[in-house]
Structures are given as structure tokens and as C-alpha cells.
């Protein structure tokens, strides 16, 4: 499948998930605008993977400014938005009686609040021009729930609700929308996890990855940002609506729908 000239804003591409879906679509033909709390650190991983064909942003998905600004930079820059990969999220855990407002809030504003404003700044740009694609990036938590991730699940369970409207909204005018849902994948966030759980838990960082990230996969191995990145190409690049409003899974086989 291929992206050619298509224009592709991915967020919190910096690194993890993000940066790979990022190479991915570069390597498919994509221009690509890489948003980021680190504006330098999406200036180079543009300039990497993409040369004068990639741009790099400061955005904070949670600034309803920030965002809109963002977009209209990338638009003039560029012309349009092809594809958004709504990506940038971030993980606290603690059990539900522990769990600060503030920090439920920061959750949910990360996750939801940053889908929500940076698809209402792009979704203008693709139905102006009858196309377009949008990817939320979800997780198995968007269709199971673990211990001490309160804010994470409700949040991840929110994107299928987005994503199943904004495929009902913008079916007639040529606009899908879709959610990946990764397993664990070994990426910082997940990294800072391990000692976290371990902690609440009471187990050692060992049996945190093999009995509760991996225990119920089929292989015992953990997601890559690689097959993650092979889901967003075929969201991006799938030449129909046949699969708008669907989520899937990628968890080597720990959650099955």
C-alpha cells in the first residue's frame, strides 16, 4: 500500500509508536508533519526520516491554540491533511482509591481531549477536498481493563466511541476512521510501567512482563512499533470504506475479538 504525496500529521511522533508509524509512511511516499511536545526532537526525526518532505512541530494536543495553530502551519506548509495518527498519550498508574483528580484529568485530556481537538482542526482540511483518514491510536485496553488503569482504559475505551462517530460523520464526505489497539509494546512508556506495577502489585519487574504484560499472549513476545506501524499504513491506505469505524487489535494474541 502506498501514501504517495499524501500529507500525514502523526502526534507524539518524536519517538515510540509515533516515530515508527512516521518512517513507515515516509517509506510509502507520505510527506509527513511530526507534532510533539519536544520540538526539537520532531525537527530531527522529521529531517531523518523524511528530509524537506517532513516537518517538525511543537504541539501540546491538550492546547486547544497550540493545536489549531499547528495545523494551519502544516497546511500552509503543505497544502493539506491527508491522514491524522492522533498517537501522543501517557500512562499513570495507581489503584482507583489513590488516583488524584488531577492526574485523571491530565489522562483524559492527553488521550481524549488531544483526539478530539486535533481531528476537529483537520477533519476541515479532508472534507474540502472529498478524502481523507484518520487513525486513533488505542490499545487492548480499549476493549479489556486491567488493574490500576483506571483513567488509561476509560480513556482508551473513549476513542472507540470518537472514532465509530467521526466514521459516521464523515462517511458521505470521504473521511474514515479507525483505531489500532497495541498489546504492550516495549517502548518508554511501557518501560517506566515494570517497576510502577511491580510496586503496586507487590510482585518482582520479572513476572510484571512475563505473567501480567505477556502471560496471555500467544508467544510470550511483546508488540512491536513495527506491527503497529503496518496497522496504520493499511488504515492510511485502505482504498475504501469498507473498514471505517473498526478497531483492531494487535496484542500477539492476548485479546481476541
Not at 188 to 195: A, G, S
Not at 219 to 242: K, N, Y
Request: proline residues 3%; hydrophobic residues 45%.
Amino acid at each position: 500500500m502506498e501514501l504517495t504525496d499524501k500529507v500525514a500529521l502523526i502526534t507524539g511522533a518524536a519517538s515510540g509508536i509515533g516515530h515508527a508509524v512516521a518512517a513507515r509512511y515516509a517509506r510509502a511516499g507520505a510527506r509527513i508533519v511530526i507534532a510533539d511536545l519536544d520540538e526539537k526532537a520532531a525537527d530531527a526525526a522529521a529531517r531523518e526520516l523524511a528530509g524537506d518532505r517532513g516537518m517538525g512541530l511543537r504541539m501540546d494536543v491538550t492546547h486547544e491554540d497550540e493545536v489549531n495553530l499547528g495545523v494551519a502551519a502544516a497546511v500552509d506548509r503543505f497544502g493539506t491533511i491527508d491522514v491524522l495518527v492522533s498517537n501522543a498519550g501517557i500512562q499513570i498508574v495507581h489503584p482507583i482509591e489513590d488516583f488524584g483528580l488531577a492526574e485523571w484529568k491530565k489522562m483524559l485530556a492527553i488521550h481524549l481531549d488531544g483526539a478530539f481537538l486535533t481531528t476537529r482542526a483537520c477533519i476541515p482540511h479532508m472534507y474540502r477536498q472529498g478524502s481523507g483518514a484518520i487513525v486513533y491510536m488505542g490499545s487492548v485496553h480499549s476493549h479489556e481493563a486491567s488493574p490500576l488503569k483506571a483513567a488509561y482504559v476509560t480513556a482508551k475505551h473513549g476513542l472507540l466511541g470518537l472514532a465509530r462517530t467521526i466514521a459516521k460523520e464523515g462517511g458521505r464526505r470521504g473521511v474514515r476512521a479507525n483505531v489500532i489497539c497495541p498489546g504492550f509494546v516495549r517502548t518508554p512508556l511501557v518501560d517506566r510501567q515494570i517497576p510502577e506495577q511491580a510496586a503496586s502489585l507487590g510482585i518482582s519487574e520479572d513476572e510484571v512482563v512475563k505473567r501480567v504484560m505477556l502471560g496471555e499472549t500467544v508467544d510470550g513476545e511483546f508488540t512491536t512499533v513495527e506491527d503497529v506501524a503496518e496497522i496504520a499504513l493499511l488504515f492510511a491506505a485502505f482504498p475504501s470504506s469498507a473498514l471505517t469505524g473498526q478497531s483492531l487489535i494487535v496484542s500477539h494474541g492476548w485479546h481476541m475479538d
